[in-house]
């Protein structure tokens, strides 16, 4: 059924076909429906007036009020202009305009009070606006607030007349043919309790704001709208799940109570014991696990997915550990098969490098069952993985993993569900685990182990490498090691290995007396892995290399990481490479070396890193800095492109929508009530559209 809203937007008056096929192309607007959506992304205030005498040329755009006194043309016929001087009781100022000057002068009338809004810019040593907007200064406008909307648009679109003034129009037309037909798509009960406009004032509001608090109003409405829709559909997802997936109860805990006594390496942080509690309680709890397991890095992630692990194993069935790269599976695989070997638990490593003969046996002992544990990368998803009984698949994001790739490990088994948990290796901000996970149950580990002190993180410009080459050298003496890090990316590859090149041989010339190590993804696998592991044993006590350490190290000695060109990290990176040290008794040092010269998201950045050295805070900054869409991997789940809502400034209105959400469904989850029919409805309409959520199911 075709409704209001669906209407192309070629047939709105003033679009027609041309107009439409760019506003297609450029905006993605479509329909009626696409249009009213596209919201202003700023207001230009209009509610104060400024006294001429006080603007200057470094102001944006400004608004001011005065009388014309006079009006020339001047200049040749092919460069002439129009220049209007207006005066307030403060001063005069020149408008001028290049184009158009037929029709200006016609609107124009000395004498005549106006207001006038544009740019002011120093023109030789006089101040003047060209190209101002003009409005007849009337009862009408005068005194009342006024909040000018600003669109979108490209360069195209203004080619074609289509500036944002041209869409404020286009808005005044369609809201005006809409009036009667815009539906309330939140229940009564909801308007009432957070005090929400409707969804027409919304719309009108945010269009065209009748003061500031009306703005806010309509602002919080439509925020809160979009957000408890995204919830709504998630934790209608969850209890879907709960409802008809259910799971195998694993609660053999013989195999883990002999760990505990036997094998258990050092005693588990509160946090570690609260979240194993939580997962156990759903493995044994007959419906399918589907958790978020989120934890700082160095907080010890590896024992607790071995030990739910575990569960699986000695509940008879099999688990599987996927990473997203093949150094973060063998580091994975590292540090479980150390624990699964004492156990007497069979343990193997799957990724595309795996020999193909080694790869034969892995599959047929995965099906026979003989295979109790495997970690690997994508590999595992082939059809050709095939378990006897799959009982936990444990998969490690970094957001990297689509919800479909995460589905298709949970069909290896037949009978029923495999218990998922996700893991993330490094933290990620509330809100945005909320709508990236928000179908997930959450558990976190929220301290790091006893004893660990905490990593000493300092800012260092460039002038002072004396003093710092100095201070390794110290701890180097007392037996330390050192990561010297430096930035690699792909576009300006070879003068960033030229950098590093040029680093290493500096360290050597200031460290002539001890062995240095250089890794870079230029190297064979061989030769790094060579130099890895002399790092690893302590034959050589500084290690100069690119970002490739920032998974797959553990050096307990080293105690020192050096991050050079600090300011070309991002911070989740860089809270990632100091994860690296701080892994052992000693007192740990994280040193940013910098220039002097720092962007100032770049001094945030580094500030960040030296106030704290806790990753969900970090995280929090990195969201507000960057905005979800730049976060790692977060692009293509189509679950964060919002409208209007911005997961950095709104988090308390994403949780008042969860908790709407999670209210509504818990009362009536089949949103059946006469009360929630709008609810239903815009459900199902959303479902047509929303392409990635049925991809989740
Ligand atoms: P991450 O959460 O970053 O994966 P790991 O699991 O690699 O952290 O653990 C980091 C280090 O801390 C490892 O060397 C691990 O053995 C150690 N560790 C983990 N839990 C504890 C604990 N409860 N007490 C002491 N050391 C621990
Ligand atoms: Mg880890």
Same mark, same amino acid.
């Given at each position: 059924?075709?409704?209001?809203?669906?209407?192309?937007?070629?047939?709105?008056?003033?679009?027609?076909?041309?107009?439409?096929?760019?506003?297609?192309?450029?905006?993605?607007?479509?329909?009626?429906? /696409?249009?009213?959506?596209?919201?202003?992304?700023?207001?230009?205030?209009?509610?104060?007036?400024?006294?001429?005498?006080?603007?200057?040329?470094?102001?944006?755009?400004?608004?001011?009020?005065?009388?014309?006194?006079?009006?020339?043309?001047?200049?040749?016929?092919?460069?002439?202009?129009?220049?209007?001087? *207006?005066?307030?009781?403060?001063?005069?100022?020149?408008?001028?305009?290049?184009?158009?000057?037929?029709?200006?002068?016609?609107?124009?009338?000395?004498?005549? @009070?106006?207001?006038? #809004?544009?740019?002011?810019?120093?023109?030789?040593?006089?101040?003047?606006?060209?190209?101002?907007?003009?409005?007849?200064?009337?009862?009408?406008?005068?005194?009342?607030?006024?909040?000018?909307?600003?669109?979108?648009?490209?360069?195209?679109?203004?080619?074609?007349?289509? /500036?944002?003034?041209?869409?404020?129009?286009?808005?005044?037309?369609?809201?005006?043919?809409?009036?009667?037909?815009?539906?309330?798509?939140?229940?009564?009960?909801?308007?009432?309790?957070?005090?929400?406009?409707?969804?027409?004032?919304?719309?009108?509001?945010?269009?065209?704001?009748?003061?500031?608090?009306?703005?806010?109003?309509?602002?919080?409405?439509?925020?809160?709208?979009?957000?408890?829709?995204?919830?709504?559909?998630?934790?209608? *997802?969850?209890?879907?799940?709960?409802?008809?997936?259910?799971?195998?109860?694993?609660?053999?805990?013989?195999?883990?109570?002999?760990?505990?006594?036997?094998?258990?390496?050092?005693?588990?942080?509160?946090?570690? =014991?609260?979240?194993?509690? @939580?997962?156990?309680?759903?493995?044994?709890?007959?419906?399918?696990?589907?958790?978020?397991?989120?934890?700082?890095?160095?907080?010890?992630?590896?024992?607790?997915?071995?030990?739910?692990?575990?569960?699986?194993?000695?509940?008879?069935?099999?688990?599987?550990?996927?990473?997203?790269?093949?150094? *973060?599976?063998?580091? %994975?695989?590292?540090?479980?098969?150390?624990?699964?070997?004492?156990?007497?638990?069979?343990?193997?490593?799957?990724?595309?490098?795996?020999?193909?003969?080694?790869?034969?046996?892995?599959?047929?002992?995965?099906?026979?069952?003989?295979?109790?544990?495997?970690?690997?990368? %994508?590999?595992?998803?082939?059809?050709?993985?095939?378990?006897?009984?799959?009982?936990?698949?444990?998969?490690?994001?970094?957001?990297?993993?689509?919800?479909?790739?995460?589905?298709?490990?949970?069909?290896?088994?037949?009978?029923?569900?495999?218990?998922?948990?996700?893991?993330?290796?490094?933290?990620?901000?509330?809100?945005?685990?909320?709508?990236?996970?928000?179908?997930?149950?959450?558990?976190?580990?929220?301290?790091?182990?006893?004893?660990?002190?905490?990593?000493?993180?300092?800012?260092?410009?460039?002038?002072?490498?004396?003093?710092?080459?100095?201070?390794?050298?110290?701890?180097?003496?007392?037996?330390?090691?050192?990561?010297?890090?430096?930035?690699?990316?792909?576009?300006?590859?070879?003068?960033?290995?030229? %950098?590093?090149?040029?680093?290493?041989?500096?360290?050597?010339?200031?460290?002539?007396?001890?062995?240095?190590?250089?890794?870079?993804?230029?190297?064979?696998?061989?030769?790094?892995?060579?130099?890895?592991?002399?790092?690893?044993?302590?034959?050589?006590?500084?290690?100069?290399?690119?970002?490739?350490?920032?998974?797959?190290?553990?050096?307990?000695?080293?105690?020192?990481?050096?991050?050079?060109?600090? @300011?070309? #990290?991002?911070?989740?990176?860089? %809270? !990632?490479?100091?994860?690296?040290?701080?892994?052992?008794?000693?007192?740990?040092?994280?040193?940013?070396?910098?220039?002097? =010269?720092?962007?100032?998201?770049?001094?945030?950045?580094?500030?960040?890193?030296?106030?704290?050295?806790?990753? #969900?805070?970090?995280?929090?900054?990195?969201?507000?800095?960057?905005?979800?869409?730049?976060?790692?991997?977060?692009?293509?789940?189509?679950?964060?492109?919002?409208?209007?809502?911005?997961?950095?400034?709104?988090?308390?209105?994403? !949780?008042?929508?969860?908790?709407?959400?999670?209210?509504?469904?818990?009362?009536?989850?089949?949103?059946?009530?006469?009360?929630?029919?709008?609810?239903?409805?815009?459900?199902?309409?959303?479902?047509?559209?929303?392409?990635?959520?049925?991809?989740?199911?």
């Amino acid at each position: 059924m075709q409704g209001f809203f669906d209407t192309k937007i070629e047939f709105l008056k003033g679009v027609g076909p041309q107009k439409a096929a760019l506003l297609n192309k450029e905006l993605n607007i479509f329909t009626y429906g /696409d249009l009213i959506q596209h919201y202003p992304f700023r207001y230009e205030d209009r509610t104060k007036f400024y006294p001429i005498n006080e603007l200057n040329g470094s102001m944006p755009y400004v608004q001011i009020k005065g009388r014309v006194r006079h009006i020339e043309a001047a200049g040749p016929p092919r460069k002439r202009r129009l220049k209007a001087y *207006l005066r307030d009781e403060s001063g005069e100022i020149e408008l001028v305009w290049f184009k158009g000057i037929q029709w200006v002068l016609k609107k124009l009338q000395p004498g005549v @009070e106006y207001m006038v #809004f544009g740019k002011p810019t120093m023109f030789g040593s006089k101040l003047n606006i060209a190209h101002p907007e003009i409005e007849l200064l009337t009862n009408n406008n005068d005194g009342i607030s006024y909040l000018h909307p600003v669109y979108n648009t490209t360069e195209r679109l203004k080619q074609k007349y289509l /500036d944002s003034k041209a869409i404020s129009k286009l808005q005044r037309v369609l809201l005006q043919l809409s009036e009667s037909r815009i539906k309330e798509t939140l229940p009564q009960n909801l308007q009432s309790e957070y005090r929400l406009l409707s969804k027409k004032e919304a719309l009108f509001n945010v269009h065209f704001p009748e003061n500031a608090d009306a703005l806010q109003k309509a602002l919080f409405r439509l925020k809160f709208e979009e957000l408890f829709y995204v919830q709504l559909r998630l934790l209608k *997802l969850k209890l879907a799940r709960i409802d008809k997936f259910k799971g195998k109860p694993l609660q053999d805990t013989s195999a883990l109570t002999r760990f505990y006594n036997e094998h258990l390496p050092f005693d588990l942080t509160s946090a570690q =014991k609260r979240v194993i509690k @939580e997962i156990y309680h759903d493995m044994k709890s007959g419906q399918q696990m589907n958790r978020l397991l989120q934890g700082d890095v160095g907080s010890g992630k590896t024992i607790v997915a071995f030990i739910c692990m575990l569960l699986a194993v000695g509940s008879g069935c099999q688990a599987v550990m996927m990473a997203p790269t093949e150094i *973060l599976a063998s580091q %994975h695989y590292q540090g479980l098969q150390e624990y699964a070997d004492k156990m007497e638990i069979t343990i193997a490593l799957l990724t595309g490098s795996t020999k193909k003969s080694e790869r034969k046996i892995i599959h047929s002992y995965l099906k026979s069952g003989d295979l109790n544990i495997i970690v690997g990368t %994508h590999a595992l998803l082939e059809d050709i993985v095939q378990f006897k009984e799959l009982g936990l698949a444990i998969v490690d994001e970094q957001h990297r993993f689509g919800v479909a790739q995460r589905s298709r490990l949970w069909q290896k088994n037949k009978d029923f569900y495999p218990h998922v948990l996700v893991m993330t290796a490094t933290p990620i901000p509330r809100t945005l685990a909320m709508t990236l996970y928000g179908d997930l149950d959450v558990s976190v580990i929220d301290e790091l182990p006893a004893g660990r002190k905490p990593i000493k993180t300092v800012h260092r410009y460039d002038a002072n490498r004396l003093k710092v080459n100095g201070f390794m050298k110290e701890q180097i003496a007392e037996g330390r090691q050192v990561y010297v890090v430096y930035p690699l990316i792909e576009e300006s590859e070879k003068l960033d290995l030229k %950098h590093l090149m040029d680093g290493y041989e500096s360290i050597c010339r200031s460290f002539p007396d001890v062995p240095v190590s250089i890794v870079h993804g230029k190297m064979k696998p061989d030769a790094k892995d060579y130099e890895m592991q002399r790092f690893v044993k302590g034959e050589t006590k500084i290690m100069v290399a690119t970002t490739v350490i920032e998974v797959g190290v553990n050096v307990p000695n080293a105690s020192v990481m050096v991050i050079e060109n600090a @300011e070309r #990290f991002g911070l989740a990176q860089l %809270h !990632q490479l100091r994860g690296r040290v701080g892994r052992g008794a000693d007192q740990s040092y994280c040193i940013l070396m910098s220039s002097y =010269k720092l962007s100032k998201e770049a001094r945030i950045r580094i500030d960040t890193m030296v106030k704290t050295n806790n990753g #969900f805070e970090i995280a929090d900054t990195d969201l507000q800095l960057r905005g979800p869409g730049d976060l790692m991997g977060t692009q293509q789940s189509g679950v964060l492109d919002l409208l209007i809502a911005d997961l950095g400034k709104d988090g308390k209105i994403l !949780q008042a929508a969860r908790s709407a959400a999670l209210a509504i469904l818990n009362d009536d989850p089949e949103l059946e009530r006469p009360e929630n029919r709008n609810v239903r409805a815009q459900v199902e309409s959303m479902r047509k559209t929303v392409v990635n959520w049925s991809r989740i199911s």
